[in-house]
């Protein structure tokens, strides 16, 4: 090859490069490997799930709201003494901006709970299966809003037979 012809491919490969935008150094995106450890922490009750939490995280659930990584760490403190949680993912998507997932979640009373989160008294052995939808929206690669919604009941708790 001579040097000319050389020369000018090396000077289009730059200006493809140029003209190409560069990749961040950091990406502010969820990977899958990544959600897939949250879950894996938080269906576990290893509380260090909520290191995936921004300190100033909001969490909506329904008409509850629950502020800050603290508040998420102290609600679910409580609740996972009453239910064993245990969530999949039917569907995942994510950008720079959140993580969007289809979450079947299966809910069961492990010990009775008189006050429980849902408003009726539940016992031990009860059950609860739904599809929610979540919503993250992600800063510092961190969950800053959490929005989740009921999408559709599979197995209510009083339709068992405890």
């Not at 921004?54 to 003494?81: C, M, Q, T, W």
Request: hydrophobic share 40%; charged share 25%.
């Amino acid at each position: 090859m001579k040097k000319r012809e050389f020369l000018r491919g090396g000077a289009a490969l730059a200006l493809a490069a140029a003209a190409t935008p560069a990749l961040p150094a950091t990406s502010n995106r969820i990977t899958r490997e990544e959600y897939d450890d949250y879950l894996t922490r938080f269906n576990g009750n290893d509380m260090t799930f909520i290191d995936f939490y921004h300190p100033d995280v909001v969490l909506e659930l329904g008409v509850s709201e629950i502020v800050g990584n603290l508040g998420i760490r102290d609600f679910y403190a409580n609740v996972k003494r009453y239910i064993k949680e245990t969530v999949t993912v039917n569907q995942f998507i994510s950008d720079e901006g959140g993580v969007a997932v289809e979450i079947p979640t299966r809910f069961e009373c492990i010990a009775d709970w008189q006050d429980s989160f849902w408003g009726v008294p539940l016992k031990k052995g009860q059950v609860m299966e739904v599809i929610s939808f979540g919503f993250y929206q992600v800063q510092d690669r961190k969950f800053r809003r959490v929005k989740a919604a009921r999408y559709k009941m599979i197995k209510d708790w009083h339709l068992e037979n405890v």
